[in-house]
Nanobody, 125 residues
C-alpha cells in the first residue's frame, strides 16, 4: 500500500505561482514513477506531468510545458509540482499519483494506481 498526501493548493491570481507537494509513505517510493493529474469541473481527469524513479526523465502535457516543473526528493519521499505563470484554465483539483507498475515517466493514466485525496488550485483572472 502507498499513502499519498498532497498540500500546497490555494487561490492565486493569474500569472502567479504555486508549489504543490506530495508526501508518500508505504511502498518503496524511490522505485515508483510518480505523476500529477488534475480534474476540472465537468471534465475528465488528465495527466499534467510525470517523473521517473530517478528523476532522469520527465514528461509534461502540452498545456503546461514551459510553465510547470515536476521534481522529486527520494530521501524525503516527496514529489513536487512547481506551477508558474498560472492561468484561469489551470483551475482544478490536482492529484498526486504513484505507479506500482513502472519506474519510468510514462504518460498513460492506467499505469498509476495509487492516488492522493487531491488539493484544489483556483486561479482568478
Amino acid at each position: 500500500q502507498v499513502q499519498l498526501v498532497e498540500s500546497g493548493g490555494g487561490l492565486v491570481q493569474a500569472g502567479g505561482s504555486l508549489r504543490l507537494s506530495c508526501a508518500a509513505s508505504g511502498r518503496p517510493f524511490s522505485r515508483s514513477a510518480m505523476a500529477w493529474f488534475r480534474q476540472a469541473p465537468g471534465k475528465e481527469r488528465e495527466v499534467v506531468a510525470t517523473i521517473s524513479w530517478s528523476a532522469s526523465s520527465t514528461n509534461y502535457a502540452d498545456s503546461v510545458k514551459g510553465r510547470f516543473t515536476i521534481s522529486r526528493d527520494n530521501a524525503k519521499n516527496t514529489v513536487y509540482l512547481q506551477m508558474n505563470s498560472l492561468k484561469p484554465e489551470d483551475t482544478a483539483v490536482y492529484y498526486c499519483a504513484a505507479s506500482s507498475r513502472t519506474m519510468y515517466a510514462l504518460f498513460a493514466h492506467d499505469y498509476y494506481d495509487y492516488w492522493g485525496q487531491g488539493t484544489q488550485v483556483t486561479v482568478s483572472s
